[in-house]
């Protein structure tokens, strides 16, 4: 029998009768500086700053036998010296089972106008991931619902994959067919410094009522504070692991790392560091392998599900050795490029299956599937190699029978890798065996 009091007995137990109390001292650029709270604070530890009659929240970024120093959720305009501030603790959030279907903020308030009730057992933002020796292996191999991830990039149960692509190359769209399309039970999607409009854009039209009715959205706009961006990717990864702890396969998507880790780089120069490479201080590294490890298959040993991840990345200009890719290729188990140029002749999701790769190959796929696979590689990059003296009329027909049989294939094997919603993993592979069968004498055995 459900208990419906369950969510208000949760929200009861959160509050406190007692509060420790600190007062601003000083007020910097930025940043505040608090007195009366020096003992029993930890780093990270959230407060809520009162300016008259107005509650901001803030993080602790620094701490000293003199003061603690504090970094605002929102503007301080009007604080004063003397002001109250409130300590509440550690960050964490208790999701819920009824989470399902809502979209909520990083602090577990709701964003659609209904009312939401936290869980009984909170979750710290910052956890440690499952111990390494005692996590199981990659899963099964997952229907995706896009012809090109059933087959030539397959997603299997705890992978974590990244998503590279710049601006307006069908990201967001081919996040919503995943959430839509892969097998898993509950979707976490983490839209971290979206634009406001394109919250409600991607919740109604792209995800539709199919993908909310087993996601939970977790949003913070472009507009709020670092603090808010960058607690929203660590929310919605603190989400994922309680579903996956009550034995679900979870498939969380994090729209965008590199706005997370610009986030994280405004809070980081604000506590004192100094910025290394591109900007980014040193402990960007570890805070996004901190996360990506977070996700991926659960303990052996224990009834808890999967957490496999799509990570996105925005790389202007195509540039894979941009800090923020170069540090989240280095962990994931695969990365799938969308490339400009493809998206611009029409062809979504625009994947340019030559600079991708999914590390679940070729356990995933048994052995004709992989020679299919590599069979498909090697005429697409003969197809590249030729593309320009085919097209310029400098190539003579006859001259190289793999480039002869690229050409024959490529218009099929292109529009193979756009097919959406058309079959399961065994058709797809049958379609791909019928669209390759014409050049099967000229591609050399491997």
């Known amino acids: ?48 700053i009162s300016m008259r009659g107005l509650d901001v929240g803030g993080e602790v970024l620094r701490l000293s036998p003199d003061g603690l120093v504090v ?95 710049g601006s307006g190359v069908g990201k967001s769209s081919l996040l919503g067919q995943f959430a839509r399309g892969v097998a898993a039970d509950i979707v976490v999607i983490a839209l971290v410094g979206e634009r406001g409009r394109e919250v409600r854009e991607f919740t109604d039209h792209i995800l539709g009522a199919e993908g909310m009715a ?54 980081a120069l604000a506590a004192g560091e100094e910025g290394s490479l591109r900007g980014f201080p040193p402990s960007t590294s570890q805070t996004i392998m901190g996360l990506a490890e977070r996700a991926g298959p659960g303990r052996e040993e224990t009834d808890c599900g999967d957490i496999t991840a799509i990570f996105t990345v925005l790389v202007a200009g195509s540039d ?47 052995e004709p599937e992989n020679a299919l696979i590599s069979n498909a590689r090697k005429l697409l990059g003969a197809w590249s190699r030729a593309e320009l003296m085919v097209q310029s009329g400098l190539y003579a027909k006859g001259s190289d029978p793999l480039i002869d049989a690229a050409i024959k294939v490529w218009p099929d094997l292109d529009g193979f890798l756009g097919r959406t919603g058309q079959g399961r993993i065994a058709d797809d592979f049958a379609v791909l065996k019928a669209f390759l069968a014409p050049a099967e004498t000229a591609v050399p055995p491997p």
């Open 1 to 48: 029998m459900t208990d419906v009091f369950a969510g208000l007995r949760a929200r009861i137990a959160q509050e406190k009768a007692v509060h420790r109390i600190g007062r601003i001292r000083e007020i910097g650029a930025g940043v505040i500086v608090l007195s009366g709270l020096s003992t029993g604070v930890g780093l990270g530890d959230r407060v809520m």
């Open 71 to 165: 970094l605002p959720d929102g503007p301080i305009e009007g604080a004063r010296i003397g002001d109250k501030v409130r300590l509440i603790g550690r960050a964490e959030i208790a999701p819920d089972l009824s989470w399902v279907g809502r979209v909520i903020d990083p602090f577990g308030q709701p964003l659609d106008g209904r009312p939401l009730f936290s869980g009984q057992l909170p979750y710290a933002l910052r956890r440690a991931p499952p111990p390494a020796a005692k996590r199981r292996l990659l899963g099964d191999r997952l229907e995706t619902g896009l012809s090109a991830f059933n087959t030539l990039l397959p997603l299997v149960k705890g992978q974590r994959l990244g998503l590279f692509a």
């Open 214 to 267: 087993r996601s939970v959205v977790v949003a913070a706009t472009s507009d709020q504070s670092p603090l808010t961006r960058r607690r929203c990717l660590w929310s919605a990864m603190a989400i994922a692991e309680y579903f996956r702890d009550l034995g679900l396969h979870v498939l969380l998507l994090a729209d965008s790392v590199t706005r997370f880790a610009e986030a994280h780089r405004e809070i």
């Open 320 to 366: 894979m050795d941009e800090p923020v890719a170069d540090i989240l290729r280095g962990v994931l188990d695969g990365h799938v490029v969308l490339d400009r140029e493809i998206a611009e002749r029409g062809r979504f999701p625009a994947i340019d299956l030559l600079r991708s790769v999914s590390r679940s190959l070729p356990k995933a796929a048994s």
